[in-house]
Structure formats: structure tokens, C-alpha cells
């Protein structure tokens, strides 16, 4: 009977190749294979996630968590231009399973060491149009992620209009994001139920109140627009009259649905186009991604997103890709007292520069970067033009490298670009070519101010534009700290010379605003700093701007100054933050007389930046962290609260046994308050071990940081 039907449909079809293939294949899997296993559990079988499509061939998924559904039946999918059928009418063909559970190694990052175990489904669609989709879920211990491979043939282009994936979040709770916003991270967080936040940027962080930590995010970014978040009314849920009776009981009306949001073109309805360079097209949307945990810090403690990153990419030594520390001509620029452009306050002169130089040799750090060093500052807040291979005539840049290199400096060269990438992709090759004929091995990018014709800073046009930078870099082995970037989807690990970066309120905002508040920095880590190392630069000690605020030289150059601004924390707890807000390219950011004889600095020389393994011991977002690394035989502690002051018992058990350690402790002074009294301290040697609990005692506002030695 049913060989007679086929019979048919082959002499009827005989003259559409295409379409004859495609119902071929519907017809015999749906008659071999009526029952297709599509779920898949982490290797410990704590997360479950199911796949599936309901009666009109739309797909869905769902998560489960200890067998409580975690995220509801929650749609998937694209809408694609000219009526091309990316979400719906399909067939499942075949599902393949695998696992795998293996160790790789990094040149750097929080942990060198690296496991990655994982169950893998891959399930294969077909519909009607000739598309071809693998959908490929992978599940680890601490979450997952899946993504979508497509395939579609006798087409020239794609385009995208819209991402239907959603995120049914089935049970209430609180979350930390920023706003959803297509041109900038630097927002101040927001802590409010999971279902009443409107739009947000990822990682989105929650914790559901029966107590599983989640964050979802996304994993290797490369060639689309970015995924934020928008909540969808349950009314809107359409998925809910598609599925059939018994599946529908899964539903929740009080679940907090989100919707991928893609950062579009210009145009707003494109949102990624993908052109066909053969007969067939194939694309991979980045990895949306849910890290699952107990405990909030097991979220940072977490290597899902590298994990769902491809090894790296570049070849031969990497000896020339370094974690540094360093210092800059930045801050005072920051604070008004000098400037980029040139004129007689401007800050990268031959003489500081060389004054720059002298204090990172004596002070153990490795590397200086140069503001307002190139021609074409002078039309900041316009359409600038920068020059990236002309220094300004105050600047003599052979010299400069002359004296770093004898005195064994790295320099940071910055490349602003105003957000004109036209004007930058121009002179990119040369810039960088001419960068590291001149000796300089790392550059920090800026993208301040409107992208080139109207383009966003996350869209897919800029996406590729970071992308071609990151290469270019590469290519003339020099390694990148990017400003006003694309938020970290764990690219370091494809491409490691992508060390750091911003992509949230970094510490500029305190030199001329309101600030950062006080449960900015116990924020940070269980959010942006899930997707990667963060250029935060703490470090400020003249914590109230008490050297510089009434200084002649002083001229306010951003509108948000209202010449009140000040640092919003304890002076311990900018110290806490270097170990805290990771950053292989960790600065120091204060003028550096502000360092002069301080004896809080001692912390920053001996800290190393380049470390072996890290673990976040404990905390809660916005409240406080505790977080220690290991470089080397030394280890390093932070230990930082929001607005409440707060003792916390951290047991050693980290530190190997039969070995004594000598702490040297730096923490708040027994009456500091980071608003009355933030520059109160103290410093105090222990010989403690493993054995040893550390009771840190932190002010309101403030933090504690650690240096852990062994003892001969
Ligand atoms: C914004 C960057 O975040 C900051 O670090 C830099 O100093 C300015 N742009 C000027 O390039
Ligand atoms: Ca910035």
C-alpha cells in the first residue's frame, strides 16, 4: 500500500528533482521511524533537555533540572526573508548521539587546565523548502547549548528578519542584567523579579526560587548580529495552541517567556545575511547557551562558554600572547587634568611617557599604554578621522620605543576609533603592520561614538568588523584589549591574542558621573564577566579626587561631569578587584604618583596576572565574592561586599597541605566606610595553612585582597 503511494508520487513528481528528494525522504523516515528518541541528559543526569516538533513541524525544547521542568516548552527557529521556511513543516530524519569528556590546555585564562564532558544530540530536519537543519544540543554538568546548523540549497542569498528562539523560564525569581541596547554595554545593573524585566542584554543571570542559579547567554560570535532578550507576553504564546493535549499541560502561564532580539542592520528588519559562494549555503548560528548551577559562584567557577568554543585557531609559539600588568596616560584624561589632544595639557608626551616607563620598571609591572598619542583627537565627538600611523609631534614614538625596550617595557598602543570603522578598516593592515614594526605587541581598540553609516555597535556588520580586527592583530602577532566592543562569547579561546576587553561600566564612569555603586563590582561577576575577562581597570587611590579636583589644569570634558564625582568604594576593595574583575591585561588605572610610597601598592607589584587555576569560593550577585587564584606557588585572594559591611570565614583548603604560607593581608581599617571614610586601611602578616580559616572582616563598601606565599 504504502510502496503503491510512493509509486505515484514518483511518476506524478518526476519532472521536480528537488522536491521529489525532500518528500522521498519525508515519507520513508516518517514511515520507518515513527518514534525518534530526542532527549538528552548531562553526563551527571541532573539536566535533561528535550527536543521536538509539534503538529505543523515547529520545533520546541524544554529543560529539565532534577526532573522539575526548568525551562518550559520554548519555541525555535528564524524568520527569514522572501517567505524562505527556517522554523517550521519539519520532519525529524535521524538523531545522532555522542559524548565526549577530554582535557585541553590554554596559553591563558582564570584556569590553563581545561575539562570539557558533554553529551552531544544532533538532530537532523528536514521540510518542505530544502532545508536541511542539525539541531545540536550539548550537555554538560554546569548546562548547556544549542545551535543551529543550516543548509540550504539552489539559493544565493539568505536573509534573516527574526530569531524565534525562546527561553520559557518556567518559575519565578530574581534576576541581574543590564537593559537589551544595540550600541552599549556601560549600564548600571538592575535587580528585579525574572518576570517583570522587560528587555535584557546577556548574560542574563537569574536564580528561581526553589535555588538553581542560571545565566543565558551566548558562545562563539562570529558572522551574526548579537542575541538580547525580550520578554513576551503570555497572551503572545502561540507555541501553546500548536502542541497536543498532554504535552500542553507542561505550560505555565506564569512562566517568564524571553525571545531572542537580534541587533539589526540599519534597514531594522534585516537582521544577518548570508550569501551563497556555491550551489549550496551553510550557516551556523552561534551557540545560545544556559549555564546551570546550585550555587551562584558555580557559574563563574563554570567553563561552559569556552567549552562551546573551537580550539584555537592560531598557529606555532604563542610565547607572544603574555598576561601583564600595567599602567597608563588614562586616568588623568579621565579626571580633566590632562588631555588627548595636543596642546599644553597633553598627556602623552615624550617626558611622561618616559616617566611612565621608569615607574613600571621599578615597580614590577610590565607594560604602559598611551592615550592621545596619535593625530586626530581634535575633533573628538565628530566625525573622526584618527591617523594610526602618525604620532603627534610631542610624541617621538622611535625614542619612546627606544627606552621601553631597554628598560624592558611593553608598550599598549591604543587605536580610538571614534566608532568610524571605515576610517579604521582603511588603514587596518598598515596600522597594525607599522604597529609592531615599531615593537608594540598589544593594542587596545576604542569604539566611542556612532558606527560608520548608520550601523549599531552589535549588529552583524560590526561583529565582523571585531572579527577582521582580531585577525589583522593575529596576523602581526599582537594581542588586543577592545573597548565599546561585541560582548565576550568566548572567542579567547579560538583566538587568544583577543585577551581582554570592556563591554560594561568600566571605571571611567566614576571619574566623571554618578559612579559606579557599590554593588557594581559584586555584580559584575556573576554577569558580564561570565562571558569573559573584563579591562574594568581598578586601581584608583585617591579615591575622592582630593589631589586633582581643584586643580587650575582641571577642565571638565564630558557632559555627565557635574564635578562631583568620586569612587564609590573602600581603597582595600580596589585592591580585592584586581583579583576580582579578571583580566589577563590587569591595569593599575590612578596616576601613578598617586602610588608613590603607598604602601597598598605593595599588592599590585607582587601580584601576578598570568595564573594557573581560579575558583570563585563563595558569594551571591550583588552581595559580595570571594574569589582566589593560583599563579604559580603564590596564590591571591579577593574578597569584596556591596553597600553592607560584612565578615566572611574563608576555610584554606585550597592551599596544598604541609606547606606553610605567609599572608600578607590588605583590608579595610576597623572604621572605613566607603562613602565617609574609604581610604582607611591595613596591612597584616600571617603564617597561615591549609588547615586555617581566614576571617576577612570588609566595611561597607569595601573588600580585602590577599597575597599567599610559601614559606621556605
Ligand atoms: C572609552 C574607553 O572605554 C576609554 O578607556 C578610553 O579612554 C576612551 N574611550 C577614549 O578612547
Ligand atoms: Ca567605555
Redesign the pocket.
Known amino acids: 500500500m504504502i510502496k503503491n503511494n510512493i509509486t505515484k508520487i514518483l511518476q506524478l513528481l518526476i519532472v521536480n528533482c528537488k522536491l521529489l528528494i525532500v518528500i522521498c525522504t519525508l515519507l520513508i523516515f516518517s514511515c520507518s521511524s515513527p518514534q525518534i528518541e530526542t532527549e538528552i541528559t548531562s553526563p551527571d543526569e541532573r539536566i535533561k533537555v528535550a527536543f521536538n516538533i509539534d503538529n505543523d513541524g515547529a520545533m520546541y525544547y524544554n529543560v529539565e533540572v532534577d526532573d522539575n521542568v526548568f525551562i518550559d516548552d520554548s519555541q525555535l527557529g528564524f524568520e527569514a526573508k522572501d517567505g524562505l521556511n527556517l522554523k517550521d513543516a519539519f520532519e525529524i530524519v535521524d538523531v545522532r548521539f555522542s559524548s565526549e569528556d577530554e582535557t585541553w590546555e590554554q596559553p591563558w585564562g582564570e584556569n590553563k587546565i581545561i575539562r570539557n564532558h558533554y553529551n552531544d544530540m544532533a538532530v537532523d530536519l528536514i521540510n518542505e523548502d530544502s532545508i536541511f537543519l542539525t539541531m545540536r544540543f550539548r550537555v554538560f554538568n554546569d548546562g548547556l547549548g544549542f545551535r543551529y546548523e543550516y543548509k540550504v540549497t539552489d539559493i544565493d542569498s539568505v536573509i534573516i528578519t527574526d530569531e524565534l528562539t525562546s527561553f520559557n523560564i518556567k518559575e519565578n525569581g530574581t534576576s541581574w542584567s543590564i537593559p537589551a541596547d544595540f550600541d552599549s554595554y556601560e549600564h548600571l545593573y538592575i535587580t528585579l523579579p525574572i518576570n517583570e524585566i522587560e528587555d535584557a542584554n546577556t548574560p542574563f543571570t537569574f536564580k528561581t526560587k526553589s535555588g538553581i542559579y542560571a545565566s543565558i547567554h551566548e558562545a562563539a560570535l562570529i558572522d551574526f548580529p548579537e542575541m538580547t532578550l525580550g520578554l513576551r507576553q503570555s497572551k503572545d504564546k502561540s507555541l501553546k495552541s500548536k502542541v497536543t493535549e498532554n504535552q500542553s499541560s507542561m505550560f505555565n502561564i506564569q512562566s517568564s517567556e524571553f525571545k531572542a532580539q537580534l541587533a539589526p542592520y540599519p534597514d531594522k528588519k534585516t537582521k544577518a545575511i548570508f550569501t551563497a559562494a556555491s550551489q549550496s549555503l551553510t550557516f551556523k548560528i552561534p551557540w545560545r547557551t544556559i549555564q546551570i548551577s546550585d550555587k551562584a559562584v558555580g557559574l563563574i567557577n563554570s567553563n561552559l562558554i569556552l567549552n562551546l568554543n573551537e580550539p584555537c585557531a592560531l598557529k606555532g609559539d604563542l610565547s607572544w600572547i603574555r598576561p601583564m600588568k600595567y599602567v597608563g596616560v588614562?586616568w588623568s584624561?579621565?579626571l580633566g587634568v590632562e588631555s588627548?589632544v595636543i596642546n599644553d595639557r597633553h598627556g602623552a608626551t615624550t617626558e611622561n611617557a618616559k616617566r611612565h616607563i621608569d615607574f613600571a620598571a621599578n615597580n614590577n609591572i610590565d607594560a604602559v599604554l598611551f592615550?592621545g598619542w596619535n593625530e586626530g583627537w581634535d575633533s573628538w565627538g565628530g566625525r573622526q578621522n584618527f591617523d594610526f600611523t602618525k604620532a603627534y609631534a610631542d610624541f617621538d614614538i622611535d625614542e619612546i620605543m627606544r627606552y621601553a625596550k631597554e628598560k624592558n617595557i611593553e608598550v599598549i598602543g591604543?587605536h580610538?576609533t571614534g566608532g568610524n570603522i571605515i576610517n579604521y578598516e582603511k588603514q587596518l593592515e598598515e596600522a597594525y603592520r607599522w604597529a609592531k614594526e615599531k615593537g608594540i605587541n598589544y593594542v587596545k581598540t576604542?569604539y566611542?561614538g556612532g558606527i560608520s553609516d548608520f550601523h549599531n555597535h552589535h549588529g552583524q556588520y560590526n561583529v565582523r568588523h571585531y572579527q577582521k580586527v582580531v585577525e589583522t592583530a593575529a596576523d602581526n602577532h599582537i594581542s588586543l584589549n577592545v573597548?565599546?566592543p561585541i560582548k565576550p562569547t568566548g572567542l579567547r579561546r579560538t583566538y587568544p591574542n583577543l585577551m581582554t576587553g570592556?563591554g560594561a561600566r568600566?571605571m571611567?564612569w566614576n571619574a566623571w558621573s554618578e559612579g559606579n555603586p557599590p554593588e557594581h563590582h559584586v555584580t559584575l561577576p556573576f554577569t558580564r564577566l561570565l562571558a569573559g575577562p573584563m579591562d574594568y581597570?581598578p586601581g584608583t587611590f585617591d579615591i575622592l579626587f582630593e589631589n586633582t579636583r581643584n586643580s587650575p589644569q582641571r577642565k571638565k570634558w564630558n557632559d555627565n561631569d557635574k564635578g562631583n564625582s568620586r569612587v564609590n568604594t573602600t581603597l582595600a576593595k580596589q585592591l580585592a578587584n584586581w583579583v576580582i574583575l579578571y583580566s589577563p591585561l590587569q591595569m593599575a588605572s590612578d596616576m601613578i604618583e598617586h602610588y608613590e610610597g603607598h604602601p597598598m601598592f605593595q599588592f599590585f607589584r607582587d601580584f601576578n596576572p598570568d595564573c594557573d587555576w581560579s575558583e570563585a569560593l563563595q558569594g551571591e550577585p550583588g552581595e559580595y565574592i570571594v574569589v582566589v587564584r593560583r599563579a604559580g606557588e603564590d596564590f591571591f585572594l579577593g574578597a569584596a561586599t556591596n553597600g553592607s559591611a560584612r565578615e566572611v570565614a574563608v576555610p584554606l583548603t585550597f592551599l596544598s597541605e604541609n606547606q606553610d604560607f605567609i599572608a600578607t593581608i590588605y583590608s579595610d581599617g576597623d572604621d572605613a566606610h566607603w562613602k565617609t571614610n574609604p581610604t582607611s586601611y591595613m596591612i597584616e602578616k600571617k603564617i597561615i595553612s591549609h588547615n586555617d580559616t581566614l576571617f576577612i572582616n570588609m566595611a561597607a563598601g569595601g573588600g580585602c585582597a590577599v597575597t599567599l606565599s610559601p614559606r621556605n
Do not use: C, D
Request: proline share 0%; hydrophobic share 25%.
Open positions: 588614562w584624561m579621565h588627548w592615550e591604543h580610538e576604542g566611542a573597548h565599546e570592556e568600566g571611567e581597570t
